[in-house]
């Protein structure tokens, strides 16, 4: 029985899963994040409520558009986080003086706390992965991942 062209085996990309660089990057990612996510979980929080806390507590930013871009999500999803960090006191959003259409977050001591108890997870987890470099390594990684990502759109959906 004659086999249709795509399933010839001649007809099957020279692919190997394990020698890709999307894959070897993807497990990185996810061996990093898990680390990082399993002394977030002990300390009530995500991923995501840990980018906002920096983007408020250290980079000052305070308007909801200016942390989504900064923590690469969409605004429905800094929305969605914002409002359970307030609910949960690591926050607090107040309208715009000059105008109220706006919003201004602001970390409270609670998040404040939190953060710097936080601080410490993060900086080992990235030296975990550093240790396994040397220090020109580290910074030709660093060289070649902003290269990729160069143009990209940024936002992650769904994190």
């Given at each position: 029985?004659p086999?249709?062209?795509a399933?010839?085996?001649d007809?099957?990309p020279?692919y190997?899963?394990h020698r890709?660089l999307g894959?070897?990057?993807s497990?990185?990612?996810?061996?990093?994040e898990?680390?990082?996510d399993?002394g977030l979980?002990r300390?009530g929080l995500?991923r995501?409520s840990?980018?906002?806390?920096l983007?408020v507590?250290?980079e000052?930013?305070?308007?909801p558009s200016d942390?989504?871009r900064f923590v690469g999500?969409d605004?429905?999803?800094?929305?969605r986080?914002l409002?359970?960090?307030?609910a949960?006191?690591?926050v607090t959003?107040?309208?715009?003086?000059?105008?109220r259409?706006?919003t201004?977050v602001?970390?409270?001591?609670k998040?404040r706390?939190?953060?710097?108890?936080?601080?410490?997870?993060?900086?080992a987890n990235?030296?975990?992965m550093e240790?396994?470099?040397?220090?020109?390594?580290?910074?030709t990684?660093?060289?070649?991942?902003?290269?990729?990502?160069?143009?990209?759109?940024?936002?992650?959906r769904?994190?």
């Amino acid at each position: 029985m004659p086999q249709d062209a795509a399933t010839r085996p001649d007809a099957i990309p020279d692919y190997r899963l394990h020698r890709s660089l999307g894959y070897k990057l993807s497990i990185a990612s996810r061996l990093q994040e898990r680390r990082l996510d399993e002394g977030l979980r002990r300390l009530g929080l995500t991923r995501v409520s840990w980018c906002v806390l920096l983007a408020v507590g250290v980079e000052g930013l305070g308007r909801p558009s200016d942390i989504a871009r900064f923590v690469g999500i969409d605004r429905t999803a800094t929305s969605r986080a914002l409002r359970q960090m307030e609910a949960a006191g690591l926050v607090t959003r107040a309208s715009g003086a000059k105008d109220r259409r706006t919003t201004q977050v602001t970390c409270t001591p609670k998040g404040r706390a939190l953060m710097s108890a936080a601080a410490p997870l993060a900086v080992a987890n990235n030296a975990a992965m550093e240790a396994k470099l040397t220090a020109e390594e580290c910074e030709t990684l660093h060289r070649l991942l902003e290269r990729l990502l160069e143009g990209e759109d940024l936002a992650l959906r769904g994190l």
